[in-house]
């Protein structure tokens, strides 16, 4: 199983940006399709977005598409969540997400499909 710890997260203005962090260690963290999901009190755990285990292949639902960017690098088994122009409706607790994914340009969008979860961070953006 993969270890992930996530970092980044904090207050930020309605405007702003901010850059999580999702560091992987333990056995085949670079076989791992990644995603970044959210979730808001009271609210479903949401996808965010999602990087093949090649990092040529990403997804994004519309409500982030043209704000946030994930990105990784491989050789420091760290995925990355780029998030710009941020809005309070992005308010949430952020969580980084793996999976073994056997072909390199697969990509993964429900929170069933990964089985390593980080612990969260917290994003709160304000007006």
């Known amino acids: 199983q993969v270890q992930l710890v996530e970092s980044g997260g904090g207050l930020v203005q309605a405007g702003g940006s901010l850059r999580l962090s999702c560091a992987a260690s333990?056995?085949?963290?670079?076989?791992?399709?990644m995603g970044w999901f959210r979730q808001a009190p009271g609210k479903e755990r949401e996808f965010v977005a999602a990087?093949?285990?090649?990092?040529?292949?990403?997804n994004y639902p519309d409500s982030v598409k043209g704000r946030f960017t994930i990105s990784r690098e491989n050789a420091k088994n760290t995925v990355y969540l780029q998030m710009n122009s941020l809005k309070p409706e992005d308010t949430a607790v952020y969580y980084c997400a793996a999976r073994y994914a056997f072909l390199g340009g697969s990509v993964y969008s429900t929170p069933t499909e990964y089985d390593s979860w980080g612990q969260g961070t917290q994003v709160t953006v304000s007006l």
């Open positions: 990087i093949s285990r090649s990092g040529e292949i990403t």
């Open positions: 333990g056995r085949f963290s670079s076989t791992c399709a």
